[in-house]
């Protein structure tokens, strides 16, 4: 029984060192995130007239590469790809649903550092990313009998983004873990638009922040032994 004990206590203490391996400078980490969200906002009020209700569904994909610089410590490059599908209902027969999609991705830098407590580890990163926003929306406007016809516009914004994380990696082999991480994004969207009713040129610019919650799988390897 004491032996078994002696065991059981070497195992616990051994493994966390073996994995916490993956941490130290000169490994590589590839890996990457996923969330999605979903909103549903209704607006109403004078100066809406009708209430319309607005449905946007997104996806996001984080891929990610990394190296560490010194032990916990990571730098690397990021990137985040996502797809949004918004639907604008006015509950009006006068003038139909309206669909919108879009294609955004970016690209940056990253710094991260870890901080092991067995058997997990903790972390929190900076990110600054910049890329492009690819978006087509449709509009319907009245001809002169009155009769609604549909007209597609498509532009493209240049996007930046500035975010933070906070989270927590659990390993399930030496070299692969899960990660949980909330993260904090601030950007911006900027774009000159024509607008195919009024046939008129204009710039618009969107700032956006919130919060995402990410669940995702890394990969630690090192090729100096401790694999």
Not at 134 to 157: C, F, H, M, R, V
Not at 188 to 205: G, M, N, P, T
Request: glycine share 8%; charged share 20%; with cysteine.
């Amino acid at each position: 029984m004491m032996k078994s004990t002696i065991l059981t206590i070497v195992f616990f203490c051994i493994v966390p060192i073996s994995l916490f391996g993956q941490l130290e400078q000169g490994t590589f980490l590839l890996g990457g995130g996923l969330s999605a969200n979903s909103t549903h906002n209704e607006y109403s009020g004078d100066f809406f007239g009708d209430k319309y209700e607005v449905d946007e569904l997104s996806f996001s994909f984080y891929p990610e590469i990394g190296y560490f610089i010194i032990e916990n410590l990571a730098l690397g490059l990021n990137a985040k790809l996502t797809l949004v599908g918004t639907t604008t209902d006015n509950n009006s027969d006068y003038y139909p649903e309206i669909n919108s999609n879009s294609f955004e991705y970016l690209l940056g830098p990253f710094v991260r550092y870890y901080y092991p407590i067995k058997p997990i580890a903790l972390f929190a990163e900076l990110n600054y990313q910049i890329g492009n926003r690819n978006q087509t929306s449709e509009n319907y406007i009245p001809d002169s009998t009155g009769q609604w016809y549909l007209a597609e516009n498509e532009n493209k914004l240049d996007v930046s983004m500035f975010s933070t994380a906070i989270g927590v990696e659990y390993f399930i082999t030496e070299s692969i873990g899960l990660s949980a991480a909330l993260r904090y994004e601030n950007g911006k969207r900027e774009y000159s638009q024509e607008d195919v009713a009024f046939q008129e040129e204009y710039s618009y610019e969107q700032k956006t922040d919130g919060f995402v919650f990410l669940v995702g799988l890394q990969i630690h390897l090192n090729f100096n032994g401790t694999n």
